[in-house]
């Protein structure tokens, strides 16, 4: 028996288009392209996502910043008010009476020397770890000798305030020197002059 398939040659036809190879690379394109463009989706997602929290962090460490800035003011405050207070507290235990220094004014005085200046320095230093504080006192005496012979009376005058009780009244006795002197110089009445300091140091005191 002969059989006659009349299909046979659609058939043929439909199966080579199955096989042509640019339908197939169509078709794997088109799907590779759905799936880029659907990984692409989610990346964006992803990235939306993320930008969010990035802007959210920021906003939080904007906010931090500004706190952080406020409390260390406060604490720049604090810690300033603190050492006024220590400072307002040492002077009330530990301050150095003046009145015995100013009243030797008058006592240790030469007719050929001629005071132009005095001053009291005091340094004061506060150890944290043993909360003592440490004195440092210093006297500048600035004078004018103006006598026959220039300079000639400034010794005696060291001699002098090195020997006086109102100075040492209180505190222990100190170490005078001649910090500086100027050349001689001449007068308006043509007699000659130096210009000289003197430093009175006291020994460091720790309370």
């Known amino acids: ?41 989610v990346l964006y997602c992803q990235v939306c996502y993320s930008e969010k929290e990035v802007q959210t962090l920021k906003d939080k460490v904007v906010r931090h ?18 050492l ?20 030797g004014l008058p006592h ?3 007719p050929e020397i001629q005071l132009t200046h005095f001053e009291v320095r005091m340094q004061h230093k506060v150890d944290n770890g043993s909360k003592k504080a440490s004195e440092q006192i210093r006297l500048v005496i600035q004078g004018k000798n103006s006598d026959g012979d220039p300079g000639g009376s400034i010794q005696s005058y060291e001699e002098r305030l090195s020997t006086n009780h109102y100075l040492v009244q209180g505190h222990s006795k100190g170490d005078i020197k001649l910090a500086s002197m100027s050349a001689p110089e001449a007068g308006t009445e043509g007699v000659f002059f130096v210009v000289f300091s003197l430093d009175y140091n006291y020994p460091e005191v720790v309370r």
């Open 108 to 110: 240790w005085s030469v």
């Open 65 to 82: 910043q500004q706190e952080f800035t406020d409390v260390n003011s406060t604490n720049k405050a604090t810690e300033k008010e603190a």
């Open 1 to 41: 028996m002969i059989r006659i398939n009349l299909l046979a040659e659609a058939q043929e036809k439909t199966q080579a288009r199955r096989r042509d190879p640019i339908r197939i690379s169509c078709l794997v394109g088109g799907t590779l392209l759905g799936l880029i463009l659907l990984w692409s989706g």
């Open 84 to 103: 006024r207070l220590a400072q307002l507290d040492w002077l009330t235990t530990n301050r150095v009476i003046c009145g015995s220094i100013l009243n």
